[in-house]
């Protein structure tokens, strides 16, 4: 009878060894994101942290991360998110890189109090990139005229069908240092008296988790599963924390006129958000 009643309890109330929440950080950072092609941001982020935070027994939330970087607002606000949790809270956090932790991918990083690499992982990329396209030739091709009308003379800056002018690049790449400053900074708060070789770790290069040990922006190399047992016990479970569910355990969206309206904008939508994606994987060959 008492293993009946057992079995009844949920899994984080059961007395057969620590329960160390488990949370999924995977993708590439943008704000917005669709249900074709969801995304790694704050909102998409913030239920399923505050779930993990809140295993009371729990000594520590484990982060499996992965993701080639993309927005820095969005990096910063997953990251004070994390470190406000885990202050709030008091648990330690452990983040467990898998392929990829690149720009603001180790910027979310960051957020553990110990970062643990697979020493094949992609690990750095400390930096800012900006990118686009130029189209100043191809109106005049195929016969079509540019007309802009602005209040204010920059209005219209490193717009991609006018040439590139050399004062709009130099702003472009103020911002990108006052960013990279920002980012700079965080790393030498969180990995205090760990770096290395500062010239070398902030030049936006990225390396192997084995060079990343090296250097100083990770503590250790192994496995989640593996680690955490060593440190909580070979009884300790990893429980997967994960969204909230709708009816009978699947979110099921509403058909509409309106949401089939918006069927074919929000598949053109996925498919930018897709290409974009590829982008930020391809940089690590991956």
């Known amino acids: 009878m008492a293993g009946f009643l057992k079995r009844l309890l949920p899994k984080r109330f059961r007395k057969e060894g620590m329960v160390i929440p488990v ?6 950072i943008m704000s917005g994101g669709s249900q074709f092609r969801p995304t790694l941001n704050l909102a998409s982020t913030a239920q399923v942290l505050e779930k993990a935070f809140s295993f009371k027994d729990a000594p520590a939330v484990a982060i499996s991360l992965n993701s080639p ?17 885990a202050r709030e809270k008091q648990k330690k ?5 898998e392929d990829v932790a690149a720009s603001g991918g180790y910027m979310i990083a960051l957020a553990g109090d110990e970062i643990i690499a697979d020493p094949t992982s992609i690990v750095g990329s400390i930096g800012v ?3 686009g396209f130029g189209f100043p030739e191809l109106l005049k091709k195929i016969g079509v005229e540019r007309r802009v009308y602005t209040a204010g003379e920059n209005k219209v800056i490193l717009d991609p069908f006018q040439p590139e002018k050399e004062k709009d690049i130099e702003y472009l790449k103020t911002l990108q240092l006052e960013i990279h400053q920002v980012f700079i900074s965080m790393v030498r708060e969180r990995r205090a008296g760990k770096l290395k070789n500062d010239d070398v770790v902030f ?4 390396w192997t988790g084995m060079r990343a040990l090296e250097l100083g922006l990770v503590d250790g190399l192994g496995d989640m599963r593996q680690e955490l047992k060593r440190r909580y016990g070979a009884k300790s ?3 997967l924390v994960m969204p909230a569910r709708g009816l009978f355990g699947r979110r099921i969206p509403g058909i509409s006129s309106a949401s089939l309206e918006g069927a074919g904008a929000g598949l053109a939508t996925g498919l930018v958000e897709a290409a974009e994606e590829k982008a930020l994987w391809s940089r690590f060959g991956l």
């Open 203 to 206: 030049s936006g290069l990225f």
């Open 69 to 85: 970087g993309g927005s820095p607002v969005q990096s910063r606000l997953v990251f004070t998110r994390i470190r406000e949790l």
């Open 93 to 97: 956090v452990l983040v467990f890189v």
């Open 23 to 28: 949370v999924r950080l995977h993708g590439p």
């Open 129 to 131: 990139v900006s990118g």
């Open 237 to 239: 479970k990893l429980e």
